[in-house]
């Protein structure tokens, strides 16, 4: 495996449901990211973490939960979700933004 | 408030010509400039980065960058059909680096054959 892989490809969930996103990447970066992107509106910072310490939480409501356990893995916990929140959600890493971010390739949530 | 603007297009070429996409940002100490390729249903790519002032060409992307006018360009020469998408300009701001980048809100580039 290499870059940044995130599973799955593709969610429904109903609104009551709980489940998690997972990010993993390969690349030796020390910071992760989770963005949303919404039709029609740029990418959302939604929380950074540095060396898998949180060092942003971009005012996300809380049924969005973050887990960084090590350097590699980055999940996202989601529950009693909105309608409003279907988007795709992005996975990120880098090593410092000075170099840029590579992207995983993103889960398309459905909130029915 | 940090920001980058992008004009959201879409902007539409004939395949050969030149598509120039264009980005402009508000913090005069941002370090490093990204060009990102997305298509539809597709997470970002990355295409081109540029650090210093002046042209940085790979193939045929051409990134341009101006510090005095906070203007960062794309140029993309011989259009092609498989061009078509989404263009964002990324910056990273502020004078002592960031972990964070900034993201314009795209240009939609369409390459008509």
């Known amino acids: 495996e290499t870059g940044v892989t995130q599973t799955p490809r593709h969610l429904v969930m109903g609104m009551t449901n709980k489940k998690s996103l997972k990010c993993e990447q390969h690349?030796?970066?020390?910071?992760m990211y989770w963005y949303k992107q919404s039709a029609k509106k740029p990418l959302e910072l939604m929380f950074v973490?540095?060396?898998?310490?949180?060092?942003e939480n971009n005012s996300v409501p809380s049924r969005f939960s973050p887990e960084c356990p090590n350097s590699s893995h980055l999940f996202l916990h989601l529950h009693t979700l909105q309608p409003e929140d279907s988007a795709l959600y992005l996975c990120?890493?880098?090593?410092?933004?000075?170099?840029?971010?590579?992207f995983g390739s993103g889960t398309r949530l459905t909130v029915v | 408030q940090k920001e980058v603007e992008q004009n959201s297009g879409p902007l539409s070429v004939p395949e050969g010509a030149i598509a120039s996409l264009n980005c402009t940002y508000s913090?005069?100490?941002?370090?490093?400039f990204f060009w990102y390729r997305q298509y539809s249903g597709k997470s970002p790519e990355l295409i081109m980065f540029i650090y210093s002032n002046g042209d940085k060409e790979d193939g045929r992307f051409t990134a341009q960058l101006n510090k005095a006018s906070q203007y960062v360009s794309l140029l993309i020469r011989d259009s092609q059909p498989s061009d078509s998408a989404t263009y964002l300009c990324a910056v990273n701001p502020e004078q002592g680096g960031s972990e964070k980048l900034v993201f314009g809100k795209g240009t939609k580039l369409t390459v008509n054959p």
């Open positions: 973490y540095n060396f898998k310490e949180q060092t």
């Open positions: 690349l030796g970066h020390n910071a």
């Open positions: 990120a890493s880098s090593q410092g933004g000075y170099y840029g971010y590579t």
């Open positions: 913090d005069r100490g941002s370090q490093s």
